[in-house]
């Protein structure tokens, strides 16, 4: 029996728990070690999802010369610092979007991946998904260019004290934690823009709402927004001059769309596996079992640009979060 790899989790909050469901359905993979800064937390999540090892501090299971690779579920403040530290103690890493709170944060990190040649990729788990991937073969089939695209990713929260969200020294949000979506979108279907123009609020030191038009060649453009306290359809929708794609309400975990003609209507169906952080779960499996240090799907070069437009998107909101985290 071939041996399987074996991972280790930091920070057993919400997206562990799915994450850790869908790494029992891995075939490559296993659940090895996981830890919590408290003693009820670390016990609590392996009543749900037994792990090998648990530890009440991150760096025991750094230390833990099993774990190959590191899964980082942490708020968005703590990924750099882990990211460097599971670096250094040879382990690969998994890191939750955003990988980083700003691009300077993630050249650092691209620079001692390079220098440990471990592998270490942001957890975009769209890109992954098998409806996602087909999209992108449909958008490229009939070599016609995409003109305009929305998308949106907004739900409503009450502020409340101790909320990651809403606590700017977790680098808290909107557009960080789920702006980064339709961005991402953007970018990865229209490619990098010609210019862009932001608009949105900032209240108590975090972005509560932020809308961006991005620019490309011959007027076309893309639309996307974010909110964290108003409700949306959380639709995407990518036109080209004689079809429109129509990927539905919360398009970011994608199982169909729809490809709609002037004279048709099409359901695409391709189902996740899981929650659908499986495929991301077995695409860096695949990685680490052919010795790549980088994903050929996701590089870090996609996150560091992914990061830049973020901080650019900050700079017109006049939005920066505490020094000691925007800190390299
Ligand atoms: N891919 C997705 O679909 C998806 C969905 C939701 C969130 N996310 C991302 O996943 C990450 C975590 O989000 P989440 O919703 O799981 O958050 P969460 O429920 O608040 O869990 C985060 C965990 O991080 C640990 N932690 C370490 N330092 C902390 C600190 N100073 N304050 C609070 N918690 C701290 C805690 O675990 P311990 O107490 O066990 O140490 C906490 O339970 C974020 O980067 C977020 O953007 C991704």
Known sequence: MKNKIKWGII???KIARKFAHDLQLSNDGLLYAIASRSEDGVRKFQSEF?????????EDLLDD?????????TPHSHHYPWILKCLDS????????????????????IKKQKSTGLFVMEALWTKFLPAYEH????????????LSLSADF???????KGSRIYEPGLAGGSLLDI????????????????????????????????????????GRSALVYSDVQSMGHMDAVIRKENKVYVLPHRWHELDYFHEIGPDYKVRHDFPKTGWGYFHEIEHVNECLIDGLNQSPIYPLSWSFSLAR????????????????????
């Open 50 to 58: 037994p792990a090998q090892n648990m530890y009440t501090n991150y």
């Open 179 to 218: 702006g980064i979506y339709p961005l991402f979108l953007a970018l990865d279907i229209l490619g990098v823009p010609e210019q862009y123009h932001v608009s949105g609020w900032v209240d108590q030191g975090i972005d509560v709402r932020v809308s961006a038009v991005m620019n490309y060649d011959q």
């Open 11 to 13: 920070g057993l909050g």
């Open 90 to 109: 040879g382990k690969h890493v998994l890191c939750e979007k955003p990988i980083c709170v700003n691009a300077d944060q993630v050249a650092e990190v």
């Open 309 to 328: 437009y973020m901080d650019g998107f900050r700079e017109s909101l006049n939005l920066s979060y505490p020094a000691n985290i925007e800190k390299i």
């Open 154 to 160: 907004c739900y409503s929260s009450a502020r409340q």
């Open 135 to 146: 999209l992108q073969q449909e958008l490229r089939k009939d070599g016609e260019p995409v």
């Open 65 to 73: 010369p099993e774990v190959d690779v590191v899964y980082i579920a």
